[in-house]
């Protein structure tokens, strides 16, 4: 097995005797375990924290089937799922975020702004407004979620989807639908719209395994298909259009399969914890600036997003003894606050 | 300001008879916002007879005068106002930045209002209008001042400064609702109030938020002359006598007064200011001498006329403003972008 290292690109490449070989960069590899390992960390502290601390070796002998009964109940049916449905809404969102922004080229490009997320939470309302269970409102929330997308890319498809076109629409069908949801807000009893506001918001609140299944195999099938199936591709197609279909890439049905993995990843996130906001917009930037690679860094951000959802629910959950916020609150501020610092720095760097 | 006559660069047929049909085409806008006052007037859960109108503001003995004075004539004077400021203030926010696609709406000036006010209605218990007209302007003149440093300068297209103001829109969006969240009384005011309505309208709102828009729209029409001149360019305009930096605060000034004080009042609003200056540019081309008088008196008959349709529409109770101009305008802004020319910067 023999390394190369590229001194310009900081690319390696590892080959075997037999003649496989692995290009890959060794700083992005880093943040990608880096954050993992973040990932990991935090989540041991919110599996032992809450009204019952628990040590972390407490914590992985009731993981791994030791401890006392009451231990394994709070670790594994009380604490795990909020952790896995936090892990893969935050994985899930960062993850369609980095493929929005790289497919519309625009570091603002993510599904909060293109109208994605208020579909979810049009499609989750109108189950408030006409009385449903959880159930009924998670699938509301996939439906108006993909019914969004398929308006948006309907509206901007003109002989193919073009990234500003794309962006356009959709901050104008976001538009639209905010205003729809204000009114649908006014239409609810108090009590339910408090409840809407909060699944609006993004909570991870009582989410049990029946949050995280449905996300989890959406994940397990899309994520695979999108990091292995289309990155090259999408690398390729940030060279702009005529190089990419040059190079054999097959742009329209690439981006609708992108497209709607990404759509669909948001949607089942949506679904499982309310569209939480920023993770998708400031996870894929988080990694771009930590690894300096171009390319949409699709596993780092993963990484990042799980990380960030699991940190910013664990301070939610923390950070004012005896008054629980949502997580969204959390990443809002957190977003919010990111967003304006990137606006100026984007700007004087002219690339915005 | 002296800048000398700018020359027009629209060209078809001569001066004097376009003049004239102009003047034409203004006073049948005014004839259509009058018409549009009278509706507002007469529709409604009860509905008024013409006559019943008339005899309703004139006549303090009439059985309609409560229901005319109390309900229906604020909430239209109300109307007419914000109207005429969001209209106003999108026309020249899109000279100003040069582009066709800025609405203080969409680039978050009326949501930076509506933070503003929710944060001083639930952290510091200001409730009446009087106290939170001052932080709506507060809040709109931060964000009037983050888009145009953002947008405003060279190099800045359409789309990017669209995507900018959505995204301070989601922030600010998102941060009303968690304050809506952390108290369940502020919700109940505030969901009504965000979405964009003119139901809660009160002479004491009209009477505190008029100053104000009366102002912005002063400042607003005085600089029309000089804006057009700052169309040529910088150095022409410099040339033709008029001081760029001078034109640009003051329209900042008078957006900020125009977006805070409608938003104070009836919540944030979008598409209006998008809308009217379009369609009023396809009437009388780029001038903004008459620009900005059409959409003054345009843009309330389009304000009044979707907040008589979410009356009518919505019996036995109403649609609100907001979410008719949202479903009306939001079309019109899809074809406008989906048109070639700016959809690609």
Redesign the interface.
Known sequence: MSARTNGLSTMTVLRTPGGLSVRFRPRALAVGLGAAVLAAGLGLVALGSGDYPMGPTDVLRALTGGGSVAEQFIVTELRLPRLVTALLVGAALALGGAVFQSLVR?P??SP???GFTQGASTGALVVVVLGGGSLALAGAAVVGGLATGLLIYA??W?RGV?G??L???G??????L???N??L??RAP?MD??RA??W??GSLDGRGWANAGPLLAVTAVLAPLVLVGCAPALRMMELGDDTASALGVPLRRLRLVLLASAVLLVSFAAAAAGPV??VA?VAPHVAKRLTRAPGPNLLPSMALGAALLVGADLLAQRAFPGHQL?V??VT??L??GY??WL?AVE?RA?R? | MSAPNVPDVSTAPPPKRRRAARAVGLLGAVVLLVVILVLSIAVGAKSLPLADVWSGLLHRDATEYAVVHRMRLPRTLLGLLAGTALGVAGAVMQALTRNPLADPGLLGINAGASAAVAVAATFLGVTAIGGYVWFALLGAALVTALVYAVGGGRGATPARLALAGAALNATLYSFVSAIMLLDTASLDRLRFWTVGSLASADSATVTRVAPFILVGLLVALGAARPLNALALGDDAARALGARPAVIRAAVIVAVTLLCGAATAACGPIVFVGLLVPHLVRAITGPDLRWLLPYCAVLAPVLLLGADVLGRVLGRPGELQVGMVTAVLGGPLFLWLVTRSRVAHP
Request: net charge positive.
């Open positions: 625009n603002l490009g909060d702004i293109l509206l901007a003109r073009h500003y076109r962006v356009l629409v901050i104008g069908v976001a538009a639209i905010t205003g729809v204000g009114y807000l006014t108090l719209a408090a506001v909060l609006l918001t906001s920023f917009l949502p969204g609150v809002g501020v977003g919010g967003l304006v606006l700007r002219g915005l």
